[in-house]
């Protein structure tokens, strides 16, 4: 697929994630998307979904073949996508990431930031601190200056 052909669907791609729109989403999966492309900004269309709560956008990137622990470099929207659901306390979708392999673990800023549990604790989102405790995540000491997700 052509590159300026590519970097309009990313951009379709990234407003239809944007706006919750998983009719909009599928096709332009349908279309060629590719799901782990970065938008303009840097920021990947799973970051993105999982940042805003959209559980069922985030599974179908994940279908699509999103990584569920690809790092998100956009301006304000560094991080994984499960430390982004974690922080905001979105359930739903730290419960689809999980089951489709997100480690609970993973801290951010390659592995020198937070993890999902500090941003959950962090919240506080106790729900969400319970469901990736389940998952098998540890608390351990964080570092002190967070970024937001």
Do not use: F
Not at 20 to 34: E, S
Not at 107 to 113: P, S, V
Not at 118 to 130: K, L, M, S
């Amino acid at each position: 697929m052509k590159q300026r052909q590519q970097k309009k669907l990313s951009r379709r791609l990234s407003e239809a994630t944007s706006a919750g729109d998983t009719a909009r989403v599928k096709a332009v999966l349908r279309a060629g998307a590719d799901p782990e492309r970065e938008n303009g900004d840097g920021t990947t269309p799973l970051y993105l979904a999982s940042v805003q709560g959209e559980a069922e956008v985030a599974r179908l990137l994940l279908q699509a073949g999103a990584r569920p622990d690809t790092e998100s470099r956009g301006i304000g929207a560094e991080g994984t996508p499960l430390c982004a659901a974690a922080c905001w306390g979105h359930t739903e979708t730290v419960r689809e990431l999980l089951a489709r392999g997100a480690d609970p673990n993973l801290r951010e800023d390659g592995g020198t930031g937070w993890s999902p549990l500090d941003w959950a604790d962090n919240g506080p989102h106790p729900e969400t601190v319970e469901l990736l405790i389940a998952a098998g995540a540890v608390l351990r000491a964080r570092p002190a200056q967070p970024r937001l997700a």
